[in-house]
Each structure stands twice: as structure tokens, then as C-alpha cells.
């Protein structure tokens, strides 16, 4: 059932996209913002505004690394007046499953089907990858702070080749002006 409803909100924001008149309530669907994982950013609004405010006031480029989702992601991080404080960048598990489990996903064209709605709906998401299991490296220098996602073949026994198929490198600039996500 989620997977129709988030296949139907992606076909209204496509259509939203490419200048098509939305009808009131298709415009209060995809419209409505709620949180959705009470047991991260979305349910600490206090001590997440905290925090993206104090970035915000030492006029830095606030990177945020996260990993209890079990997937990959890497988006933007903005207040609640929308401004953009800094990026996130979270790694996959290694072996526990992630959402292609628990929405019942059956293979990875599944998965990077509802990838893409995700990219699609979610404004300040840059990257997303709820299939495959690997780790995360981040290097950061005076300069940029450069994301690397490593995903392997098979989490199943102790023998894996890297899956270099969906091997992800993002970037971020240093200071307050290098705010936007960019493919290395």
C-alpha cells in the first residue's frame, strides 16, 4: 500500500514538474509535509533547530554523518525558514536489512524504482540508495568533505566482491558558501 501511495505522489509531482495545473488536492497532497521517522531529525524539531541555528550562527558548513537507517543517503539540512545550514551524509548497514525489507521490496530494479520517487518527492535529497549493503568513507580536508559510498555483492558469507555498480562519491565545499551537494 505504500508503494501505491508513493507511486501516486510521484506521478503528481512529475506532473507538477513539468508545469501541468495540479488540482487543489493534488496539491495538498504532495504539499503536506510530515515527519516520518520520529527516531531522527523529524522527531527532535527543538534540538534539531538547536543545532542547525549555532551552524548557522558561526557561519559554518555543517556536516551531519548518520547511520542507524540502514541506508544510504545524502541530503540537505535546512531550518524551518528553510535555509540551508549544511548536508548530511549517512551510510548503509553492513549486514541488518534497510526500508527495501521492510516495504517488501523484491530486487534491486524494485528498490531503485522507489529510489527514484524518493529523489523525485524529496526536494533536499541528493542521493539515496535503500538496497545494498556496504559502508561509507568521508574525507574531509580544509577544502571539502568528499562522501563515499562502497557497497558489496553479498553480505552472506565471508566471500564478497565491491558491487562497483552503484559506488556513489559526493562532495561538499568548505564554508558557508559550499553548501550544494556535488558529484565527484
Known amino acids: 500500500q505504500i508503494n501505491t501511495s508513493l507511486t501516486q505522489l510521484a506521478q503528481i509531482k512529475a506532473k507538477q514538474l513539468q508545469g501541468v495545473t495540479l488540482t487543489a488536492q493534488e496539491q495538498q497532497r504532495i504539499g503536506t509535509a510530515l515527519p516520518y521517522n520520529l527516531d531522527a531529525w523529524?522527531?527532535?524539531f527543538a534540538e534539531r533547530e538547536a543545532v542547525l541555528a549555532t551552524a548557522k550562527t558561526l557561519d559554518k558548513n555543517l556536516v551531519v554523518l548518520s547511520g542507524d537507517t540502514h541506508n544510504a543517503w545524502a541530503n540537505d539540512l535546512k531550518d524551518m525558514s528553510g535555509n540551508q545550514v549544511g548536508v548530511e551524509f549517512a551510510t548503509t548497514s553492513v549486514t541488518s536489512p534497510g526500508l527495501e525489507d521492510y516495504l517488501g521490496l523484491p530486487d534491486e530494479a524494485s528498490s531503485m524504482q522507489f529510489e527514484g520517487a524518493l529523489n523525485l518527492l524529496i526536494d533536499d535529497l541528493h542521493y539515496?540508495?535503500?538496497f545494498?549493503?556496504?559502508f561509507m568513507t568521508v574525507e574531509f580536508n580544509?577544502?571539502?568533505a568528499i562522501s563515499k559510498w562502497y557497497f558489496v555483492d553479498n553480505y552472506h558469507s565471508s566471500s564478497y566482491d565491491m558491487n562497483d555498480n552503484r559506488f556513489k562519491s559526493l562532495k561538499v565545499k568548505a564554508g558557508a558558501?559550499?553548501?550544494k551537494i556535488e558529484e565527484v
Open 132 to 134: 545494498d549493503r556496504g
Open 42 to 44: 523529524d522527531g527532535y
Open 142 to 144: 580544509k577544502d571539502e
Open 128 to 130: 539515496a540508495n535503500t
Open 177 to 179: 558558501g559550499g553548501r
